[in-house]
């Protein structure tokens, strides 16, 4: 490596203009700022409020703006997984604006410009949500305010490694140096993210909140398992389904974190005096422990989005009692932390059902993702109609001057639970021997609890399944065929299974989608004897 003397410039110098900045070093410079902006935002939100970061700001607005066929389009084709698509194509398009600002800021002021533009987009967004504050567009601001500064000074090193001055360094080792010193950007940016969530998650302490709960034994216990709940086929679920396997569906992009200490319940609109009920109260009351099926409306025919567990809990009907109703309430609507809202009939609160404030699930304080501290479980109602997770708000109205969060979003505004049932052994498209076949599976009927389930094989006649033990009309239950296959011809034979409810209606075979109130149909799968 040679350095030319000032004096003896070299050939090519001679020529006026110097090298145009690298496209590649000018998008890394970008990103570098884009990372270390969203990085910094991301620590300042730890400590305002999570939702507040630039990223989840927008993803709620596009969650609670996407149109409802995209929405099931969503959740059909990445399943639970929706949240973690949107966020990776949320993060992927900052990345690509990040890089357009590097490529403007070498060359002029519009990139710093499109920084402070696209802070402000996600401040307001931040700002805007239901349970923000005007501290909410800190994170963005902040951000943003940096990601101009350090986007200045990155775009002057590209422009360095592109001059051809001959007292700068050669352009080789400025090249070295400044990706050296992206590089250190993007670690630290990246660093810094890391550590404000974390940071964001222990300052708000709600894993310490859950951690320190013992949960008080209810006052009303629930029976023990009746056995042979479980048909004992392999590959059957538990009838209980572990917190860590129970399916979550939510428009929240970060979790809630909410302290048990600190919560409150309020009650209040068409009633006589206002309660509000804090977690010491709740705690101190009769509580019960049921074993309750949720069930989410998107479900498709076959599709997984149910689990039961064993919660705890204080029932609503008192509670609202307490308040006392007016005679022309017709409805709850019940508000999240975060602003989810959900109409539920008044009748299914105040009928007798096992309609609770749940705070245990399965022996333990809710998983903050299932609602931590206090959620709302109605038995024999879609989740999007009852089981508010983060509750902290519940007002009587009216079915016609108050609507739930997806109700103008396309789905009806009451969600009874369909009847349903669903094979799950064998699974579909299986290969099995010829022989007695274990065919088995769940249904459910919730609040009006299973009579019996029938399964057909190769569309021919309805035969009796056998039911497991009964828990409550509340929960699923499971169910078990033995198909005898052991003359049956190789090749492709088809399942389908169907249940009657308790009140004896079976199950339609009318096909519908999920959308506008729970989905119907028979289950069938196909398996191949060999
Ligand atoms: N705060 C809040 N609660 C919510 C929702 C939500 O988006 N936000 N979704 C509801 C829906 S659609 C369902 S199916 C159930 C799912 O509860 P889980 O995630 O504990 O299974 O929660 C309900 N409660
Ligand atoms: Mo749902």
Redo the contacts with the bound molecule.
């Keep these: 490596m040679t350095t030319t003397p000032p004096s003896s410039p070299p050939l090519e110098q001679t020529a006026p203009a110097a090298r145009r900045p690298s496209l590649l070093l000018a998008g890394a410079a970008g990103l570098a700022a884009g990372v270390l902006a969203l990085g910094l935002a991301e620590v300042i939100a730890g400590l305002v409020s999570p939702s507040a970061a630039p990223i989840i700001a927008l993803g709620d607005v596009v969650v609670d703006h996407v149109p409802p066929w995209l929405k099931t389009f969503a959740v059909s084709t990445f399943g639970t997984h929706d949240k973690q698509v949107l966020l990776a194509t949320a993060y992927l398009i900052a990345a690509l604006f990040s890089a357009l600002a590097g490529i403007l800021a070498v060359r002029s002021k519009a990139g710093t410009w499109l920084v402070l533009a696209l802070g402000a987009v996600a401040a307001y967004a931040a700002a805007s949500r239901p349970e923000s504050t005007a501290l909410a567009a800190l994170p963005s601001l902040l951000g943003a305010g940096v990601g101009m500064f350090v986007l200045q000074r990155l775009a002057q090193l590209v422009r360095d490694v592109a001059s051809t001055q001959p007292r700068t360094l050669p352009g080789e080792l400025a090249g070295r140096r400044a990706v050296i010193g992206l590089s250190a950007v993007v670690a630290i940016g990246a660093a810094t993210g890391v550590i404000g969530d974390w940071l964001g998650a222990r300052l708000r302490g709600a894993t310490a909140s859950r951690n320190a709960i013992k949960l008080p034994v209810p006052a009303d216990p629930a029976p023990a398992l009746p056995s042979g709940v479980n048909v004992g086929v392999k590959g059957m679920e538990p009838f209980i389904t572990p917190n860590k396997d ?7 992009l970060s979790v809630p974190l909410l302290k048990a200490e600190s919560w409150t319940l309020k009650i209040h609109g068409m009633v006589d005096k206002e309660v509000t009920l804090t977690w010491a109260e709740l705690l101190a009351g009769a509580l019960v422990e049921r074993d309750l099926t ?1 069930m ?1 409306v998107s479900n498709e025919v076959g599709g997984d989005l149910t ?1 039961t567990a064993r919660w705890i809990g204080m029932p609503i009907k008192p509670l609202l009692e307490r308040a006392g109703l007016s005679k022309d309430a017709d409805m709850v609507l019940s508000t ?1 932390s ?1 602003g ?1 809202t959900a109409s539920t009939p008044l009748e299914t609160l105040t009928d007798g059902r096992d309609a609770i404030l749940a705070i245990g699930m399965n022996g333990e304080p809710l998983p903050l993702e ?2 931590f501290p206090v959620r709302m479980v109605v038995p024999g109602l ?3 109609v009852s ?4 509750v902290v708000d519940l007002e009587v109205t009216r079915f016609d001057k108050a609507e739930g969060y997806w109700t103008p979003r396309g789905w009806s505004e009451r969600g009874p639970v369909k009847t349903g049932s669903r094979i799950d052994v064998p699974s579909n498209g299986h290969g099995l021997k010829a022989g007695t076949i274990a065919v088995a599976g769940i249904a459910w009927a919730e609040h009006r609890g299973i009579k019996g389930v029938q399964v057909r094989v190769d569309e021919g006649e309805w035969q009796a399944a056998t039911l497991g033990a009964e828990d409550s009309v509340d929960t699923w239950r499971q169910w078990y065929f033995a198909w005898d296959a052991t003359n049956a011809a190789s090749g492709k034979h088809t399942l389908e299974v169907r249940a009657t409810d308790g009140d004896g209606a079976t199950q339609t075979s009318d096909s519908a989608p999920p959308a506008p109130d729970g989905a119907t149909g028979w289950h069938r799968i196909s398996v191949n004897l060999s």
């Design positions: 129970f399916y979550r569906i939510d428009t929240a949720l989410c689990s999240s975060d989810f299932h609602g879609y989740g999007y089981a508010t997770k983060w």
